[in-house]
């Protein structure tokens, strides 16, 4: 079956510092969402992207879809404390219905 | 508050003990899913509801069982419950036209199974 994974497993930075994690498919994915979950809170959606080699930004985030398609990425610049916890990606096959949630980066920031 | 809510917010059972948690998805959206998260792990997916109907399932165990009532609610029923099966239960509602806004996480039932 499809299977999502994420690189690393774990990130500290210090606060200003950039941070990027990875997201790997086996499969062709048709798209993929990518989530914030807080320590102690439940994943909040953050984007989804469609298109093979999709940018799309908010704030300090840019996500990327990559020209395969099976490939994603998170890049957070000049990190604050707030944006600890950690990042799930999902990603959803062409022929799946609901989407695959990988195993998650969580990212530490320190002041 | 995502409008996804889930009772009880924490759980505290003995072995083979049976629970039931419950889930009232966001106003207007048809879809339930059921989600557990173990300890520093991601999300599993186990079973998903669609307007009181089955709809899809993934690595859910045959102790465990779902329903979706007409009112939309859902509950998870886990029986002869194990150590390990103490984790975070994560309920997700999505709109009527698909997933385009991602699920809706409720705040989770925590089950400690001692």
């Known amino acids: 079956g499809q299977q999502v994974m994420q690189i690393p497993q774990y990130q500290h930075v210090q606060e200003g510092e950039d941070f990027t994690t990875y997201c790997n498919s086996s499969?062709?994915?048709?798209?993929i969402q990518w989530y914030k979950q807080r320590p102690g809170g439940h994943p909040v959606f953050l984007i989804q992207?469609?298109?093979?080699?999709e940018v799309k930004k908010q704030k300090r985030l840019t996500f990327q879809f990559g020209e395969a398609k099976k490939n994603s990425s998170l890049h957070i610049t000049a990190t604050q404390t707030t944006d600890v916890g950690t990042y799930f990606c999902?990603?959803?096959?062409?022929?799946?219905?609901?989407?695959?949630f990988g195993p998650g980066t969580r990212l530490s920031v320190l002041p | 508050d995502s409008g996804v809510t889930q009772t009880p917010k924490h759980l505290i059972t003995a072995t083979g003990q049976r629970v039931t948690l419950r889930c009232s998805p966001r106003?207007?959206?048809?879809?339930v899913y059921w989600y557990q998260q173990s300890l520093d792990q991601g999300l599993q997916f186990l079973i998903q509801?669609?307007?009181?109907?089955?709809?899809a399932k993934g690595n859910i165990l045959e102790r465990f069982s779902a329903q979706q009532f007409p009112d939309l609610h859902s509950e998870l029923n886990l029986s002869s419950l194990e150590l390990g099966d103490s984790a975070l239960y994560f309920c997700?509602?999505?709109?009527?036209?698909?997933?385009?806004?991602?699920?809706?996480f409720g705040s989770g039932t925590r089950l400690t199974v001692v």
């Open positions: 509801y669609y307007n009181g109907e089955e709809r």
């Open positions: 992207l469609v298109k093979s080699g």
């Open positions: 999902a990603g959803r096959g062409n022929y799946g219905q609901n989407f695959v």
């Open positions: 106003s207007g959206d048809l879809s």
């Open positions: 997700a509602s999505s709109a009527p036209d698909g997933l385009e806004h991602g699920y809706t």
């Open positions: 499969t062709t994915l048709s798209n």
